[in-house]
């Protein structure tokens, strides 16, 4: 037998599925958006396969425990820095500067 | 919060050429996960860098908001009342919705008949595969591990958390969409329904009902929830 | 041009070995259905993951399977419910 995928859910035990409504937050329109734009033309910088396989490399237990989105961002992030748009030092440096920027203003 | 994002770094006036000064980046609200620091440090760095604007961003949400339930509604509908696109519809989805004006690029978009012997109900066990330019974004619960691992194995007692409950002399298909194909359920057209115009039929086919985990809204409001 | 199955086949899912990205799920390795439609040729998933080419394309099927081949009664289904699934031609065996 084959060892799964951490994706590869169809089968596996599950609870009660929340059937709410939930409108997506900015954040999430955002990723959504974001990631339409990198992989479309004109910049193609990957295709949605590769979107895929990088969710599947996620560690097992960030990938039980995310968000939808959260899956997203960390995918979107990982494919910049391989495709070279972004480079890991920069993407520390700005995320960083961004948490610092938040904790000042306190709210 | 909206004027803390118009003075991030990213949005100042000597970067971006392409930045546009009206207000379209809306309040939002403290980041809370820290997933969202990452979403506005890669926003900000792509924009500073001039690889998207922030204008193309807002474009795009705007362009997904278009897209709803409603736009696959119509498309029922018109498969209801016209014999010959029904048969297009199910013989060739893009080309068929194309006359409607929807686009679907890339993609294969099949539609799936329930009759009174077979019901369909789609999942996409791997990922979140969905009809998008027909029926705008998924709703959670198709994206959620419940339902991606349940729905394949315990179809009756999904249907049965959606409040649907069918016959066991109708077949239950499950659709597992694991490749390029996008599926749209035609549910069955409703009893008394003869007779309402195109506009009055889609008011009667919900966004559940054409991913299959419901069915169409009966004539006398049965089955319709809160 | 149908490729290697034609609609009614009966095929067996491989159960696979390959590391990387694929998209033929677990739960139907070793199962048996039958061939219901073909949707003509796509490019190959499995490339497409790692920035390769996608060619050559594969045929891809829609394959169906009765509850009971898949779960053998373990589930919450009703006698003649089933499952079906695309399955790329690289992953079907004639029976």
């Known amino acids: ?62 990938y039980a425990e995310s968000a939808y989105y959260e899956r997203w961002v960390l995918a979107m992030r990982s494919l910049l820095i391989e495709k070279g748009v972004l480079s890991e030092a920069e993407v520390e440096a700005k995320l960083a500067e961004v948490r610092a920027r ?6 | 919060m909206s004027t803390h994002e118009h003075h991030d770094h990213g949005h100042s006036p000597g970067h971006s050429h392409a930045h546009d ?36 961003i807002q474009d795009q949400i705007e362009t997904w908001e278009k897209k709803s339930p409603e ?53 996409c066990t791997l990922c979140s595969c969905y009809p998008r330019p027909l029926l705008g974004v998924p709703p959670l619960w198709y994206k959620s591990r419940e339902y991606r691992s349940r729905a394949v194995r315990e179809p009756r007692a999904v249907l049965r958390e959606f409040g649907t409950d069918l016959p066991e002399t109708t077949e239950v298909r499950v659709v597992d969409s694991t490749a390029d194909c996008r599926y749209l359920v035609i549910p069955r057209r409703p009893e008394g329904s003869e007779g309402m115009s195109e506009a009055e039929l889609a008011a009667l086919v919900s966004r559940d009902s054409m991913i299959g985990t419901a069915t169409a809204f009966a004539l006398d409001g049965a089955g319709r929830s809160g | 041009m149908t490729g290697p199955f034609q609609i009614g086949a009966k095929v067996r899912v491989s159960q696979g070995l390959p590391p990387g990205h694929v998209r033929t799920p677990q739960f139907l390795r070793g199962r048996e259905g039958e061939v219901i439609r073909h949707f003509g040729d796509f490019p190959n998933p499995e490339r497409l993951a790692y920035g390769l080419s996608g060619l050559p394309k594969l045929h891809l099927y829609q394959v ?9 009664g373990d589930g919450a289904y009703a006698p003649g419910d089933t499952v079906a699934a695309d399955i790329y031609e690289t992953w079907l065996e004639p029976l």
């Open chain 2, 71 to 123: 736009g696959g509604a119509r498309v029922i509908a018109k498969a209801w009342t016209d014999d010959d696109f029904r048969r297009r519809l199910l013989e060739d989805g893009n080309a068929a919705v194309a006359e409607m004006g929807f686009e679907i690029e890339a993609l294969k978009l099949v539609a799936l008949e329930n009759t009174d012997t077979l019901h369909h109900m789609v999942v």
């Open chain 1, 1 to 62: 037998m084959t060892e799964r995928a951490i994706s590869d859910l169809g089968g596996l035990p599950g609870g009660p599925i929340d059937t709410a409504e939930h409108e997506p937050t900015l954040s999430e329109r955002r990723v959504d958006a974001m990631m339409m734009l990198l992989r479309s033309k004109p910049r193609s910088f990957w295709v949605t396969d590769e979107n895929r396989r990088t969710i599947e490399g996620l560690e097992p237990k960030t």
């Open chain 1, 102 to 107: 938040h904790a000042e203003t306190g709210r």
């Open chain 2, 21 to 56: 000064h009206t207000s379209f980046q809306p309040d939002i609200k403290e980041p809370s996960e820290d997933w969202e620091f990452l979403e506005i440090a890669l926003r900000e760095l792509l924009i500073d860098k001039g690889v998207i604007t922030a204008r193309e």
């Open chain 3, 64 to 72: 169906l399977f009765t509850m009971d081949q898949t779960w053998e």
